[in-house]
């Protein structure tokens, strides 16, 4: 055998596997040079996931707000709470398939799952820890972690590179696909979607718009253009609070009152302006980023700022146009739904949710840390 046809045959084996590891539906991962995915990097990472002693009191871990069994965010609360009880002001989006964003957080902040992590290391309402020093001290003289960065990073042991190398090859490895939906519109099984849900699918590519921006290709779909778009709901937060609130004094005992009046013993909700606080550009100013709808029957509450409770909520915050506001996306416009149409655009939003996801949960819980 020559040598060419010899690394021809090699090259076509690595395709293979790399095809064979690919969930129906999602494209080829894109990772780093410098940071090839490996079993020793991945299961370091899963390890540091779910290791409270990553935050400065030993409290908190990635996975308390990235919940493996709430679909790798948090079911319960809007927005988060951090160190100490403190709350953060936006939900917590899923970390699985995250692997394929180019731009990191709601407002795109970041640009690398490796430089990412020290955002909520360092957050004084997240993690709280006062440096990065203080974080690789701490790692370093743990005796469970004792040559574990070195085996995984040929030598190398705990440095912020490392660190952020790592928690970023164990969540590149959260792929979800294989969904319903994979199997219908990619896997040729015609029965694996319901009328209802091929119905919601023709909508949510037709009439309800929904795809311009939650994009669907014709190989695989991440339904995300990971662009940033205004629909409202940051500007209904900042400015569209109602005057008088409805508030249930004892069961069926409902009064209304001054919006004000309730501010005034309530915390303020802290100010958000999205893409803006990144680009400065005011047509930038309440635009979040396009999240994927892989999995979303597992990530409630919705939006940026978990305000909207279910699928169904979703459905009709669209079928009105979003929020109006002066500047919402253009994108958006009443759509006119019947019942009929909203029920069947949230069964189709069901039906994306991986095959994968048992296995994925147990895998992460099987990390044999005793400090999660
Ligand atoms: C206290 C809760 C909390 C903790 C702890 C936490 N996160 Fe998050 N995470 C969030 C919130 C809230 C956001 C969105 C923040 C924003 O957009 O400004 C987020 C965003 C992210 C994102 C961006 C996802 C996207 O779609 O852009 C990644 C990745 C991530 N977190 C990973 C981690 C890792 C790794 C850790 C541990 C080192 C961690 N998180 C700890 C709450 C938390
Ligand atoms: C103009 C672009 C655009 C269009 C059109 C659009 N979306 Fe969105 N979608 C977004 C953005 C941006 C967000 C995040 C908004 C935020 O966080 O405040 C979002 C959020 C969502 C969420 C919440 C996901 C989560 O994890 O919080 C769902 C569900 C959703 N959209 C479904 C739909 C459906 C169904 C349609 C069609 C009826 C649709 N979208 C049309 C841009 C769009």
Redesign the pocket.
């Known amino acids: 055998m020559t040598r060419a046809i010899r690394v021809w045959l090699r090259a076509l084996a690595v395709a293979w596997t790399t095809a064979a590891a690919q969930p129906l539906g999602l494209p080829p991962v894109p990772v780093p040079k410098d940071n090839p995915q490996t079993a020793a990097k991945v299961a370091l990472g899963r390890k540091l996931f779910f290791d409270r002693r990553l935050s400065f009191n030993g409290t908190m871990s990635c996975a308390m707000c990235h919940v493996p069994e709430q679909g790798f965010t948090s079911n319960e609360l809007a927005t988060p709470l951090g160190f100490e009880g403190r709350s953060l002001r936006r939900n917590a ?1 899923t970390v699985l398939n995250v692997a394929y964003h180019p731009l990191l957080f ?1 407002d795109g902040r970041e640009h690398t799952l490796e430089t990412q992590v020290w955002g909520p290391l360092l957050a004084a309402n997240e993690m709280a820890n006062p440096s990065v020093g203080h974080v690789i001290a701490r790692l370093r003289a743990l005796p469970d972690y004792r040559g574990a960065f070195e085996r995984a990073f040929d030598g190398r042991g705990a440095t912020m590179e490392t660190i952020g190398q790592a928690l970023a090859a164990y969540q590149r490895s959260l792929l979800a696909g294989d969904s319903r939906f994979d199997r219908w519109r990619y896997g040729g099984e015609a029965g694996a979607l319901t009328e209802v849900e091929q119905a919601g699918f023709r909508l ?1 590519v037709g009439k ?3 795809a ?3 994009t669907v290709g014709e190989r695989t779909a991440l339904f995300s253009d990971f662009g940033f ?1 205004n ?1 409202g ?2 500007w209904r937060r900042a400015y569209g609070a109602p005057e008088r609130i409805r508030v249930e004094l004892a069961p069926g005992v409902v009064t209304e009152i001054a919006a004000r009046a309730l501010d005034a013993v309530s915390e303020r909700p802290q100010p958000d302006l999205g893409r803006f606080e990144v680009t400065l550009d005011p047509a930038d100013r309440w635009a ?4 994927s ?1 892989r999995n ?1 029957a597992l ?1 409630a509450p ?3 700022d978990g305000s909207l409770a279910t ?1 169904e909520d ?2 009709a915050f ?1 079928d009105a146009g979003g929020v109006d506001n002066p500047g919402k ?1 253009r ?2 416009a009443p ?1 006119g739904l019947t019942a009929a149409e909203r029920a069947a ?1 949230a069964a189709f ?1 069901r039906s994306l949710t991986s095959r994968d996801i048992g296995r994925i949960v147990a895998g992460a819980r099987a990390s044999g840390n005793a400090y999660r």
Request: hydrophobic share 45%; net charge positive; aromatic share 12%.
């Open positions: 989006p709601h949510f309800a718009r929904c311009v921006c939650h778009h629909s709901v940051g979040y980023k396009t999240p709808l979303v990530t919705y939006m940026h699928l979703v459905v669209y996306s994108l958006l759509l655009l939003l």
